[in-house]
C-alpha cells in the first residue's frame, strides 16, 4: 500500500523532484510527467498544487531568492569594520565559492538547466528591487571612507548586477567561452570608470574557472 502524503509534503516532494529534472535536463525538456514519475506521485496530485510548470519554477525560484537573501545578509555581517570596497570584494569572492561548490557535485551544466524567462525576470527583479539598493548602501560607504568615488551608488549598483546576472551569464545570453575573459575586463574597466574598482583579477579567474 502506498504511502499517503500530506499537502506540505506532496509540495517538497514536487518542487524536489521539479529542481532535480530543471537542473538535469533544462527547464524546457522536463514535462509535468517527468516530474510526476520522479517525485513518484500521479499526475492529478501534481496538478492538484501547481496548475503548470511555470507555477513550479517561481516556487523554486523564491526559495533561491530567499536562501541569496538570507547568505547576503550572513556575508554584510561578516564585513563589519572593512572599508566598502573591501565589502563588495570579499562578498563577490565569497558568492562566487558558494555557488561553485553548489554545483561541483552535479553532473550538469547549470549555465542550461532553469533558465526560463520566469527565471530571468524574477531574479532581475530581485537585484533591481533588493540586492541594488544594499549593494548601493555598500558603495555609499565606501565614497565615506574613500575606498570608492562613485558619483550615482544606486544606477551603479543596478548597473553593475545587470551586466553581471544577466549580459555576462551565457545561459541567458549565449557568447563563445573565448569571449569570456574580454567581457570580464569590459565589465572590470567600465566599474573603475564608475569609481567602483570592485571587479578584482582574482575574481575574474573564479568566475572564469566556474564558467569552464
Same mark, same amino acid.
Given at each position: 500500500?502506498?504511502r499517503?502524503y500530506?499537502? +506540505? ?7 524536489? *523532484?521539479?529542481e532535480?529534472?530543471?537542473?538535469? /535536463?533544462?527547464?524546457?525538456?522536463v514535462s509535468?510527467?517527468?516530474i510526476s514519475e520522479?517525485a513518484?506521485?500521479?499526475?492529478g ?7 503548470s /510548470?511555470?507555477e513550479?519554477i ?9 536562501? +541569496?537573501?538570507?547568505i547576503?545578509?550572513?556575508?554584510i555581517?561578516?564585513?563589519d569594520?572593512?572599508k566598502?570596497?573591501e565589502?563588495?570584494?570579499y562578498?563577490?569572492? &565569497?558568492i562566487?565559492d558558494m555557488?561553485?561548490?553548489?554545483? /561541483?557535485n ?13 527565471m530571468?525576470?524574477?531574479y532581475?527583479?530581485n537585484n533591481? &528591487?533588493y540586492? *541594488?539598493?544594499?549593494? *548601493?548602501d ?5 565614497n565615506?571612507?574613500g575606498?570608492? &568615488? $562613485?558619483?550615482k551608488?544606486?544606477?551603479? *549598483?543596478?548597473?553593475?548586477?545587470m551586466l553581471?546576472n544577466?549580459w ?6 549565449p557568447y563563445?567561452?573565448e569571449?569570456?575573459?574580454? /567581457?570580464?575586463?569590459?565589465l572590470q ?7 567602483c574598482? $570592485?571587479?578584482?583579477?582574482?575574481f575574474?579567474?573564479?568566475?572564469l574557472?566556474y564558467?569552464?
Amino acid at each position: 500500500m502506498s504511502r499517503r502524503y500530506n499537502a +506540505q509534503e506532496s509540495r517538497e516532494l514536487i518542487i524536489g *523532484a521539479a529542481e532535480k529534472l530543471f537542473f538535469e /535536463k533544462g527547464f524546457d525538456k522536463v514535462s509535468m510527467r517527468d516530474i510526476s514519475e520522479e517525485a513518484k506521485l500521479s499526475k492529478g496530485a501534481i496538478y492538484h498544487h501547481y496548475k503548470s /510548470k511555470d507555477e513550479i519554477i517561481k516556487e523554486i525560484i523564491n526559495k533561491y531568492v530567499e536562501l +541569496q537573501r538570507s547568505i547576503l545578509v550572513d556575508l554584510i555581517h561578516k564585513t563589519d569594520g572593512y572599508k566598502g570596497r573591501e565589502k563588495i570584494i570579499y562578498l563577490m569572492d &565569497n558568492i562566487v565559492d558558494m555557488v561553485e561548490n553548489k554545483f /561541483k557535485n552535479l553532473d550538469v551544466d547549470e549555465y542550461q538547466c532553469i533558465k526560463s524567462l520566469d527565471m530571468i525576470y524574477m531574479y532581475l527583479k530581485n537585484n533591481i &528591487n533588493y540586492d *541594488a539598493p544594499m549593494l *548601493a548602501d555598500i558603495i555609499e560607504i565606501g565614497n565615506k571612507d574613500g575606498s570608492l &568615488n $562613485v558619483e550615482k551608488p544606486l544606477e551603479c *549598483a543596478e548597473t553593475f548586477l545587470m551586466l553581471i546576472n544577466i549580459w555576462l551569464d551565457p545561459g541567458v545570453i549565449p557568447y563563445p567561452k573565448e569571449r569570456r575573459l574580454e /567581457k570580464f575586463k569590459f565589465l572590470q574597466d567600465l566599474m573603475k570608470k564608475l569609481g567602483c574598482d $570592485v571587479i578584482t583579477d582574482n575574481f575574474i579567474e573564479k568566475m572564469l574557472e566556474y564558467m569552464h
